[in-house]
């Protein structure tokens, strides 16, 4: 029996397991890679990159033989070309990685770790005026059939799609979005860009998205409001020419047919109104009584 004790405690002293201490940060470290990579999946699964990436798998298990069965001069040349594959990666998905970097500003990240609060008063993007004034306009253009595509601008600028339209700067009246999209006028044809409670320009053109799981029955002006809602924060409020129906466009998903009472809690969404405060607070929540 001593002997083959002797025996197991050298032939198997291999086998032992090495003593790791595992520390907070360690645990930390874990968590912080497991986020990172569950969001890395997410965002790929919610984005073309998920048909690229496919590709991508199938070029890497190729370039795995070509390494495997030791092919000089394919090995050569995949090696020349990594530096290539870098560069296209990045133009690629240039779109994807320009909406991942603003959706983290949309975050806010240092506000919500360190919530103070100035206590100064937000101003309203627009008044509840403009917002029955669009919900109006857009229950008129549908039950006449008439098209329309109306872009309300948050915090991202739209300058750059502003210069491809004719300046207005107008005050927004239903009367007026009415008459602009009106069949053989000169302005129906484009996107109308609203900052605040004004029209800034008609016949814009806009981006139109390449998201494939948009139904094949829309057309280029649904398109167009999902495609500048991808690229920016902007709304946008979409009447179908064929149906009549009114469709809202937002951070990249369309969602069709609403009641005009939807249409107005979208836009009030969007008004981000504040209620006053009644006293300076430095802290969050410090005044239990706060308005």
């Given at each position: 029996m001593n002997s083959l004790k002797v025996w197991?405690?050298?032939?198997?002293?291999?086998f032992t397991m090495p003593t790791v201490s595992i520390t907070i940060t360690d645990v930390l470290e874990i968590f912080i890679l497991a986020f990172?990579?569950?969001?890395?999946?997410l965002w790929i699964k919610s984005t073309r990159a998920w048909t690229l990436l496919k590709g991508l798998m199938v070029l890497v298990v190729c370039v795995s033989l070509v390494y495997i069965l030791h092919m000089d001069t394919l090995i050569?040349?995949?090696?020349r070309g990594i530096d290539i594959a870098i560069t296209a990666a990045i133009v690629i998905f240039q779109p994807e990685l320009r909406r991942a970097?603003?959706?983290?500003?949309?975050?806010?990240?240092?506000?919500?770790?360190?919530?103070?609060d100035t206590g100064r008063d937000v101003t309203e993007r627009f008044s509840d005026k403009t917002v029955n004034e669009i919900a109006k306009a857009a229950s008129e253009m549908g039950k006449?059939?008439?098209?329309?595509?109306?872009?309300?601008?948050?915090?991202?600028?739209?300058?750059?799609?502003?210069?491809?339209?004719?300046?207005?700067?107008?005050?927004l009246t239903s009367q007026l979005l009415i008459n602009i999209f009106e069949h053989n006028t000169p302005l129906h044809d484009g996107a109308v860009i609203?900052?605040?409670?004004?029209?800034?320009?008609?016949?814009?053109?806009?981006?139109?998205?390449?998201?494939?799981?948009?139904?094949?029955?829309?057309?280029?002006?649904?398109?167009?409001?999902?495609?500048?809602?991808?690229?920016?924060?902007s709304l946008t409020v979409i009447v179908s020419e064929e149906t009549g129906g009114i469709s809202v466009a937002y951070k990249g998903e369309l969602k069709r047919n609403i009641t005009v009472d939807e249409l107005k809690e979208q836009?009030?969404?969007?008004?981000?109104?504040?209620v006053p405060q009644k006293k300076f607070?430095?802290?969050?929540?410090?005044?239990k009584n706060e308005a």
């Amino acid at each position: 029996m001593n002997s083959l004790k002797v025996w197991l405690a050298n032939d198997m002293s291999w086998f032992t397991m090495p003593t790791v201490s595992i520390t907070i940060t360690d645990v930390l470290e874990i968590f912080i890679l497991a986020f990172l990579v569950y969001s890395l999946l997410l965002w790929i699964k919610s984005t073309r990159a998920w048909t690229l990436l496919k590709g991508l798998m199938v070029l890497v298990v190729c370039v795995s033989l070509v390494y495997i069965l030791h092919m000089d001069t394919l090995i050569f040349i995949v090696n020349r070309g990594i530096d290539i594959a870098i560069t296209a990666a990045i133009v690629i998905f240039q779109p994807e990685l320009r909406r991942a970097l603003e959706q983290i500003g949309e975050k806010q990240i240092v506000s919500s770790l360190i919530p103070i609060d100035t206590g100064r008063d937000v101003t309203e993007r627009f008044s509840d005026k403009t917002v029955n004034e669009i919900a109006k306009a857009a229950s008129e253009m549908g039950k006449a059939k008439t098209g329309a595509l109306i872009v309300i601008e948050q915090n991202v600028r739209l300058d750059e799609y502003e210069r491809t339209g004719i300046t207005l700067d107008s005050v927004l009246t239903s009367q007026l979005l009415i008459n602009i999209f009106e069949h053989n006028t000169p302005l129906h044809d484009g996107a109308v860009i609203v900052r605040g409670n004004r029209i800034t320009s008609a016949t814009c053109y806009l981006p139109l998205s390449d998201n494939m799981m948009l139904s094949k029955e829309l057309g280029t002006r649904h398109r167009a409001g999902v495609g500048i809602s991808e690229v920016t924060d902007s709304l946008t409020v979409i009447v179908s020419e064929e149906t009549g129906g009114i469709s809202v466009a937002y951070k990249g998903e369309l969602k069709r047919n609403i009641t005009v009472d939807e249409l107005k809690e979208q836009l009030v969404m969007l008004q981000n109104k504040t209620v006053p405060q009644k006293k300076f607070r430095i802290w969050k929540g410090w005044n239990k009584n706060e308005a």
